[in-house]
């Protein structure tokens, strides 16, 4: 924890899910842990801590966070581990989920592009928010082992910065499709209902877990266990299940690690261990 006693949460998941979701989560916190006082911090440079020396340092800089899912892979493979799941995830209120904490990567095109399916793009330019992302990069890189495939099946494929930079080098032609995460994507048409019209899904790759909720090894044991009842409590919390009910969130539900095993995507796994 810090200096302070404030206990630490940076989420790497904003722009693209909106900072709101998260303040309104640290608020809930503190609110119920009552003593303790809860920081929040925003990394927007990638959707989690990087593969090497980023991940060996994680830990001194944050108690509590959000992030991708291969950036969790890769701190818990370290020796220590210096996190741990905190043992909740998010659901969202997307049908597909059938009420379990999982996610879709959405492919989208320009409406009034000829592609119909992910096939037609072999040649095309293809945008991925950062490579520490399961939803925009490594969906793609199963996608394309699944036959494979690998990023010479595009003539172009760059990285954008975020899955809402993604969704506008779409829209202005600069690439010619990107994979979505669901949620952003939802979140998105809630915010702007007309892009439904400018936007179409060609393909939906999933379910795959949702983005885990870590915590530092360090912390005591006590302080993980009332961590892990405030998040289990936003839904009894009317101010905060109105406030996350405006991002599609619903609940969070207790989890353990056998949701990040990949199982049902075993070339996702190799992958990951690989890059």
């Not at 640290?26 to 003593?35: C, E, N, S």
Request: charged share 25%; aromatic share 10%; hydrophobic share 40%.
């Amino acid at each position: 924890m810090a200096a302070d006693g404030d206990i630490r949460f940076v989420t790497y998941l904003s722009p693209s899910i909106p900072r709101a979701l998260f303040e309104a989560l640290a608020d809930h916190v503190q609110r119920t842990l009552g003593h303790e006082g809860v920081s929040l911090r925003v990394e927007s440079q990638a959707s989690g801590p990087q593969k090497g020396g980023e991940c060996s340092s994680f830990a001194e800089e944050a108690d509590v966070a959000f992030m991708c899912a291969p950036s969790f892979v890769w701190l818990r493979d370290l020796r220590p581990p210096p996190v741990e799941l905190l043992g909740v995830l998010p659901v969202f209120d997307d049908e597909r989920n059938q009420g379990k904490p999982v996610y879709f990567c959405d492919v989208v095109v320009r409406n009034d592009a000829p592609i119909q399916a992910f096939s037609g793009l072999e040649g095309g330019t293809w945008a991925y928010n950062d490579a520490c992302s399961l939803s925009g990069y490594y969906s793609l890189l199963d996608k394309l082992a699944e036959s494979s495939a690998d990023e010479r099946f595009f003539d172009n494929i760059f990285c954008s910065g975020s899955h809402l930079n993604s969704i506008k080098a779409v829209l202005n032609g600069r690439a010619d499709a990107a994979a979505i995460d669901s949620n952003v994507l939802r979140i998105r048409f809630r915010e702007a209902p007309a892009l439904r019209e400018e936007l179409r899904v060609v393909e939906s790759w999933g379910p795959y877990p949702i983005q885990p909720v870590v915590v530092s090894s360090a912390l005591r044991p006590d302080l993980k266990q009332r961590l892990r009842s405030a998040f289990l409590s936003t839904e009894q919390d009317q101010q905060t299940r109105r406030t996350l009910k405006q991002f599609g969130l619903s609940r969070f539900v207790a989890a353990d690690q056998r949701a990040y095993s990949f199982d049902a995507h075993k070339d996702l796994a190799v992958l990951l261990a690989a890059r």
